[in-house]
């Protein structure tokens, strides 16, 4: 079944090449754009792309100083995008069209981009950490606070921000089960355990902050339902037609739930 395509948005000329892309269609990440109100979709967008750009040195395996360059050179944007003085074209676009945006740090995607090159540096062994988790927790911290219809009132708990960084990590151990990487489909057991974990994280969260985070747990949903599929079914060929149709029932049902303040992770 095709996926509902992301309703389109009027971008002045000037400012069409500058947009972030769009996660894939059908993706997890695809889903919580989906399920994010019209006027914060390009925030959120916005905040999805930056991620995979920063991280995307040590994603490459680009030699270590040249990865480290290029994060001094985030760290320096995150700073200039505060003062509204960004380089980056998406950046500058994110400002053009939603000005209020400048109140979003990124600087704790840099740090966590940071933690997760020096891990890849001293070498952990495989399986204590997976590259890239620090970053994808940052995103789902940050993602919450963007998502707070005010952000001047109810800032996030630290055990909250515990939580959401934990989720985050957790997502991401699913979606590369999901999409076959290496990391993970030679730990059969990886699969089980972070379902386990993410369905804690998500029965931890406050059920007063379960509507604002119905995007996040979307994602969640997704990336734990197309795991559970891809272990049954390796090849990814049977049933495969229905697949469409059932991500797009749980994307709902997973919304709805949150917005009355329930969630399930089955």
């Known amino acids: 079944m095709s996926q509902t395509p992301l309703p389109a948005r009027s971008v002045p000329p000037s400012l069409s090449v500058t947009l972030p892309p769009s996660p894939p269609a059908g993706s997890p990440r695809y889903f919580a754009l989906l399920y994010t109100q019209a006027n914060l979709r390009p925030l959120l967008r916005a905040l999805l792309a930056l991620a995979d750009e920063i991280s995307a040195g040590g994603a490459r395996g680009l030699d270590h100083s040249v990865a480290h360059l290029r994060l001094e050179w985030w760290r320096g944007e995150a700073e200039r995008f505060a003062r509204g003085e960004p380089q980056h074209q998406w950046l500058r676009a994110l400002l053009a069209q939603h ?3 400048r109140g979003l740090d990124l600087q704790p995607l840099v740090q966590a981009a ?3 090159l020096a891990t890849q540096t001293l070498g952990a062994p495989s399986g204590v ?3 890239g988790a620090k970053l994808q927790g940052a995103v789902f911290e940050l993602a919450a606070d963007a998502l707070r219809p005010d952000r001047h009132t109810d800032p996030l ?3 909250l921000q515990r939580t959401l960084r934990g989720l985050g990590e957790r997502v991401l151990e699913l979606e590369r089960f999901a999409a076959g990487g290496a990391a993970t489909v030679s730990a059969p057991a990886a699969p089980a355990a972070a379902l386990e974990a993410l369905r804690r994280q998500a029965a ?6 379960l509507p604002q985070l119905a995007p996040l747990l979307v994602w969640s949903a997704l990336a734990a339902a197309q795991a559970r599929r891809r272990a049954r079914r390796p ?3 049977r049933g495969s037609m229905f697949d469409g149709f059932a991500d797009n029932m749980l994307a709902w049902n997973t919304a709805r739930r949150a917005v009355r303040g329930r969630i399930r992770i089955d």
């Open 114 to 116: 940071a933690l997760d």
């Open 235 to 237: 090849d990814r060929n």
């Open 157 to 159: 708990s630290p055990q």
């Open 204 to 209: 931890a969260i406050d059920a007063a902050w």
């Open 99 to 101: 000005p209020a945006s």
């Open 129 to 131: 950490a997976l590259p």
